[in-house]
T-cell receptor
Framework: GDSVTQMEGPVTLSEEAFLTINCTYT??????LFWYVQYPGEGLQLLLK?????DKGSNKGFEATYRKETTSFHLEKGSVQVSDSAVYFC???????????FGKGTMLLVSP | DTAVSQTPKYLVTQMGNDKSIKCEQN?????MYWYKQDSKKFLKIMFS???????INETVPNRFSPKSPDKAHLNLHINSLELGDSAVYFC?????????????FGPGTRLTVL
């Protein structure tokens, strides 16, 4: 079946550092790929998405490129802020009824 | 305007009780979902409904019974609650017809079974 693998956390960074959170996937066909973010005590918010190979999703300074050749969708941000501290989930959907398969989540902690 | 809403936000109850969680979406979507997030933050699909019809049931115990009175609502009823049911339950919706697969999530319901 489909699966998503994310790097283990927590990822601890200082403000203004560069962020990369790795995500790789296994899926048949051509899945759509997503990054969701969960701030402490809150629900899941869609951060960005990409629906086909070589698409780049971007939002709030975050970006990720759909790489079919490496089955990856790594999340990057050039300069993180304390307010970016949250759990980040990589996910894919690969069916007509689009249930999401999630990675285990990566906690990001940004210190001033 | 809240797109996907859930009630209650917190639910604390005793083992053996029966409880319900309600979900409503005002996005006009045709498909709704329930996900469970365990204590390690892992998210897993439980149910999926499309136009009020059950499409996916991911080997969830029979004590969990979803009900969709209309396309905008998907409720989750849990009988005979167990300690292991403690989790955060998320409702989500998407518009599958037309090929848009993005899911939008509610704020979650934190269920604690004592």
């Amino acid at each position: 079946g489909d699966s998503v693998t994310q790097m283990e956390g927590p990822v601890t960074l200082s403000e203004e550092a560069f962020l990369t959170i790795n995500c790789t996937y296994t899926a048949t066909g051509y899945p759509s790929l997503f990054w969701y973010v969960q701030y402490p005590g809150e629900g899941l918010q869609l951060l960005l998405k990409a629906t086909k190979a070589d698409d780049k999703g971007s939002n709030k300074g975050f970006e990720a490129t759909y790489r079919k050749e490496t089955t990856s969708f790594h999340l990057e941000k050039g300069s993180v802020q304390v307010s970016d501290s949250a759990v980040y989930f990589c996910a894919l959907t690969n069916s007509g009824y689009s249930t999401l398969t999630f990675g285990k989540g990566t906690m990001l902690l940004v210190s001033p | 305007d809240t797109a996907v809403s859930q009630t209650p936000k917190y639910l604390v109850t005793q083992m053996g009780n029966d409880k319900s969680i309600k979900c409503e979406q005002n996005l006009g979507h045709d498909t709704m979902y329930w996900y469970k997030q365990d204590s390690k933050k892992f998210l897993k699909i439980m149910f999926s409904y499309n136009n009020k019809e059950l499409i996916i049931n991911e080997t969830v115990p029979n004590r969990f019974s979803p009900k969709s009175p209309d396309k905008a609502h998907l409720n989750l009823h849990i009988n005979s609650l167990e300690l292991g049911d403690s989790a955060v339950y998320f409702c989500a919706s998407s518009q599958v017809a037309g090929g848009e697969y993005t899911q939008y999530f509610g704020p979650g319901t934190r269920l604690t079974v004592l």
